[in-house]
């Protein structure tokens, strides 16, 4: 079956670090894979996706690269900021061609809590 | 736009009690679902729909109920609650399309207590 897999937690950063959230994923085909985040007391929001190899998906400096080869998809910021503290689950849709319908059925990660310090 | 709302926020119920948590999206999504949030655990799919009257069984279906009459409103209903249904409740909704480019919207959950 489909599975995803993220670097345990939590992660404690100062302001100004880079960051690197570790994904790997098991699935058939061509999965799509996305990044959401949760920031306290929220629901989950999309922070960015990629839909097929060497896709980079971007969002508020946030990247992640679509790795077929090593079955990842690690998110990587340049310079974290106190208001980044959130917890970061990666998740994947499988391909439609992977059997059954896929319906929008996410998978996700365990989620990563990402604390950043001032 | 409100999005997807969730009523309530918290719920403490006792062993063996039902309830039904609320779900709406104004949207007009057709594809609506329900997870439940555990530590150390991700989300896991318990039900969803992809349209009025349709409704599917996810990875964790075992104590709760869904219906979907309309395409606005998805309940979650727990008929005899368990300590171990104790989790956070997250519902979203997304367009009905083949699920590659999906982008799911989630309300701001529902905090469960069961003693």
């Known amino acids: 079956g489909n599975s995803v897999t993220q670097m345990e937690g939590p992660v404690t950063l100062s302001e100004e670090a880079f960051l690197t959230i570790n994904c790997t994923y098991t699935a058939t085909g061509y999965p799509s894979l996305f990044w959401y985040v949760q920031y306290p007391g929220e629901g989950l929001q999309l922070l960015l996706k990629?839909?097929?190899?060497?896709d980079k998906g971007s969002n508020k400096g946030f990247e992640a690269t679509y790795r077929k080869e090593t079955t990842s998809f690690h998110l990587e910021k340049g310079s974290v900021q106190v208001s980044d503290s959130a917890v970061y689950f990666c998740?994947?849709?499988?391909?439609?061609?992977?059997?059954?319908?896929?319906?929008?059925?996410?998978?996700f990660g365990q989620g990563t809590i990402l604390t950043v310090h001032p | 736009n409100a999005g997807v709302t969730q009523t309530p926020k918290f719920q403490v119920l006792k062993t063996g009690q039902s309830m039904t948590l609320q779900c709406a999206q104004d949207m007009n999504h057709e594809y609506m679902s329900w997870y439940r949030q555990d530590p150390g655990m991700g989300l896991r799919l318990i039900h969803y729909?992809?349209?009025?009257?349709?409704?599917d069984q996810g990875e964790v279906p075992n104590g709760y109920n869904v219906s979907r009459s309309t395409t606005e409103d998805f309940p979650l209903r727990l008929l005899s609650a368990a300590p171990s249904q104790t989790s956070v409740y997250f519902c979203a909704s997304s367009r009905h399309t083949s699920g590659r480019n999906n982008e799911q919207f989630f309300g701001p959950g529902t905090r469960l207590t069961v003693l």
């Open positions: 998740a994947l849709v499988p391909a439609p061609n992977a059997g059954g319908t896929s319906y929008g059925k996410l998978t």
């Open positions: 729909s992809v349209g009025a009257g349709i409704t």
């Open positions: 990629a839909t097929k190899a060497d």
